[in-house]
């Protein structure tokens, strides 16, 4: 398992380089000189000359990467221009809050998707399995965020049953706190549910077809356990890797859902850095979101294997 | 190289029975169908937007302002008097266009270097694969922010934003068709008879992954249809006054109390057409892929 970890490392290494180009790219597509776009609208000489310093503006491009990557190695991935805190430091202080979202997010789409697929695959051809895929299909065709304004419409604005914005950590009201990020993380889990209901399907599909299940069945098991100890254990190996790359997904989700519901989260910074021109907040948020995701990559196959003993002599 | 000797091993990736057979199962599978239907019908709408007998999209009513749905104007008017209905037929023309122009982008650009990697192997493939794995690396939504963020905002520009960061699927899919399509019979007899790399590329392997890619392509539409109504909602896409279903519904979340249907009808529209999509692409899907059943 450890040289396997170690393999996948060494091949993430090139793409990591790779995700770092890209990212330092992007301040030259800004029109004109980045220096007087970061440095805002003071344009104060002696930040532009530090600046300058910092960045190597004056070296040639190559130069200018390594001081920028050397610096992104050590965790500097610079300064917010609008809060003057380190970026990785306002990061790291949003991403608790997104953290939680994605993680009652997640548990609704699982308690939704998987027993949603197991039925369909199970009632294969009958109405169920067809209601079940057009619930699906629609979950994955709404765009989320006016799924987000129509729940608000209707359950804070008509109803007065939930808040319809704020935060609260789970850690001073654990209660208020689930209250307030329930229907967030419903509108982020509807189309992971879908996602999560398909891939199920198809999984357990073919593991019903298999001879173990038939071999159960001619056994005289109950049906209920045929479904959940022989076929749902087998099916839910893909299953768990497709939830490890739906992080990506998660992520993105996020940027919306938390504009929609004002959560002080990482998605929120995300829009709130694009509109204040904080580049270097963009940057950093890129690089750390494509570091993350591929580290979830290299878990996803590690959690492969170990679900999956065949294999790991491969 | 005689002429027959090539037609003998033309490889036609559809054969007209096994097309016309696609085409059955594709008729006979009603959600496929209600997706064609729904897509031809908001296109319809889209390239006929000037001749509908709706106010122009940009056209104010100060004695009309946020008026609910009425027989003058069928689904509402705006905070400024506007139309909705009229901004909406207008508002389909940016979808749509968004959705096809960014996929054409992403298939124009990743198919090339998919079957590049495929067909080079060896080093270009190592360098292309890390390049689409770096993308892929950055989620969709958040690439497309940071692109359209750096660009500056317009519907070119999330057009283009979206594109990109809906390339590296075209160029993985590609690049794993190729891949298998270079194992057939056809494609080893065609270059024993030493027909060149272009010839190759353009005669056996295009023709030969091109379902995969239709089938990719037109979900990628639902999908690029959502990313940019994503962006117009943030501000970064389509850009007031011009009419745009993201943008409708960034305005109308500050009215919800007073003006709910601002906000109903756009995002019904949106669900509308990526459901289309979605539906279509999943019956092309089952038609063209004889794996799926």
């Known amino acids: 398992m450890l040289a396997f970890l170690g393999r996948r490392i060494l091949i993430a290494i090139p793409t990591v380089f790779l995700i770092s180009v890209f990212v330092f790219a992007l301040q030259h597509l800004l029109p004109g000189d980045p220096i007087l776009v970061m440095a805002g609208e003071e344009r104060d000489p002696e930040v532009i000359a530090a600046l300058r310093e910092k960045y190597r503006m004056n070296d040639p491009v190559p130069v200018q990467y390594l001081a920028w ?21 306002l ?44 619930v699906a299909l629609s ?21 007065g049953w939930l808040p319809a914005s704020g935060y609260m950590p789970i850690s001073e009201d654990p209660l208020q706190s689930i209250r307030i990020m329930i229907m967030p993380a419903f509108v982020l889990g509807t189309a992971l549910a879908a996602t999560l209901m398909r891939h199920t399907r198809s999984a357990m599909l073919s593991v019903l077809k298999s001879d173990y299940i038939r071999t159960a069945r001619a056994k005289g098991l109950r049906e209920h356990i ?12 893909p299953v768990v890797t497709v939830i490890t790359l739906l992080f990506g997904e998660l992520l993105a989700g996020a940027v919306l859902t938390e504009q929609i519901f004002t959560i002080p989260g990482f998605g929120k910074l995300v829009v709130d850095a694009v509109f204040n021109r904080d580049y270097a907040v963009v940057q950093g948020i890129v690089l750390c979101t494509g570091v993350a995701f591929i580290a979830m990559n290299i878990l996803a196959d590690a959690a492969y294997r170990v679900l999956n003993p065949r294999m790991s002599d491969q | 190289m005689s002429v027959t000797a090539t037609s003998e091993i033309e490889a036609d990736p559809l054969p007209p029975r096994q097309r016309s057979r696609a085409w059955a199962k594709f008729r006979r599978n009603p959600s496929a169908l209600l997706g064609g239907v729904i897509v ?22 100060w004695s009309a302002v946020r008026k609910p749905p009425n027989a003058a104007h069928p689904f509402g008017t705006d905070e400024i008097g506007r139309d909705v209905l009229s901004r909406m037929i207008w508002g389909a023309q940016a979808s749509l266009l968004a959705g096809v122009v960014s996929v054409l982008i992403a298939v124009l650009l990743g198919v090339p270097l998919g079957m590049v990697a495929g067909y080079m192997r060896g080093w270009t493939d190592a360098v292309i694969s890390r390049f689409t794995e770096a993308l892929l690396a950055a989620p969709f939504l ?16 999330a057009m283009i934003a979206i594109g990109l960061s809906a390339m590296p699927i075209f160029v993985r899919l590609s690049r794993a068709q190729t891949l298998s399509v270079m194992t057939e019979d056809y494609v080893e007899s065609a270059r024993a008879i030493g027909i060149g790399h272009v010839g190759l590329i353009w005669r056996y392997i295009l023709p030969n992954i091109f379902p995969p890619i239709i089938v990719q392509a037109t979900l990628t539409i639902a999908t690029a249809i ?17 009419p745009s279903w993201g943008a409708m519904l960034n305005t109308a979340k500050n009215f919800l109390e007073q003006a709910p249907w601002m906000a109903l009808y756009p995002g019904i529209a949106i ?3 990526v459901l289309g999509f979605n539906l279509l692409g999943d019956g092309l899907r089952d038609a063209l892929d004889p794996r799926d059943t």
């Open chain 2, 226 to 242: 959502i990313a940019e109504a994503s962006l117009s909602f943030l501000g970064l896409g389509q850009q007031p006054p011009a």
């Open chain 1, 91 to 134: 990061i790291a202080e949003k991403l608790p809050v997104t953290i939680q979202l994605a993680v009652m997010a997640l548990t609704i789409a699982i308690l939704i998707g998987i027993p949603a697929g197991v039925l369909s695959a199970y009632k294969k051809g009958t109405w169920v399995d067809w209601l079940a895929n057009i």
């Open chain 2, 142 to 157: 958040i690439l497309a922010i940071a692109l359209a963020a750096f660009l500056g905002p317009s519907l070119t520009n």
């Open chain 1, 69 to 89: 990557a050397g610096n992104a190695l050590q965790g500097d991935l610079g300064i917010s221009l609008r809060t003057q805190q380190p970026v990785l430091e």
């Open chain 1, 226 to 237: 045929v479904l959940v100890k022989h076929a749902l254990r087998n099916a839910l190996v």
């Open chain 2, 40 to 61: 031809v019908f908001f296109l319809v709408v889209a390239l006929l937007a000037p001749l509908l007998p709706v106010p122009g999209p940009a056209e104010t009513d």
């Open chain 2, 271 to 273: 669900f509308l057409v």
């Open chain 1, 139 to 159: 979950g994955l065709s709404v765009p989320n965020f006016w799924l987000g304004i129509m729940l608000i419409l209707l359950v804070s604005v008509k109803l």
